[in-house]
Nanobody, 118 residues
Framework: QVQLVDTGGGLVQPGGSLRLSCAASGRAVSNYLMGWFRQAPGKEREFVARIGRFGLSDYADSVKGRFTISRDNAKNTVYLQMNSLKPEDTAVYYC????????????WGQGTRVAVSS
């Protein structure tokens, strides 16, 4: 069974940075589609970024150029580096994983809260 534990959230001022981590067990992240999603208060969960085969990644337009997804295969951990944070980035961020060939996500972390405010 795959378990994902996401950490690293907190309160940051606009323009600041945070790095979220997603530690996986039960499956190698190098052979898994890994993604980050977020859910702001009163809104639906939305896609943020993903990393798949050969380290290829893509991003939501709203975070492109500011966020970077990466993975450390030795630590079996996926990261989301968030720079130039804006108040509209405030949300609970969830790590997710799924089979590469499916393109869907079957496993989810518990979520970590990010608040961007002055």
């Amino acid at each position: 069974q795959v378990q994902l534990v996401d950490t690293g959230g907190g309160l940051v001022q606009p323009g600041g940075s945070l790095r979220l981590s997603c530690a996986a067990s039960g499956r190698a992240v190098s052979n898994y589609l890994m993604g980050w999603f977020r859910q702001a208060p009163g809104k639906e969960r939305e896609f943020v970024a993903r990393i798949g085969r050969f380290g290829l990644s893509d991003y939501a337009d709203s975070v492109k150029g500011r966020f970077t997804i990466s993975r450390d295969n030795a630590k079996n951990t996926v990261y989301l580096q968030m720079n130039s944070l804006k108040p509209e980035d405030t949300a609970v961020y969830y790590c997710a994983g799924g089979p590469l060939q499916s393109g869907t996500y079957s496993d989810w972390g518990q979520g970590t809260r990010v608040a961007v405010s002055s």
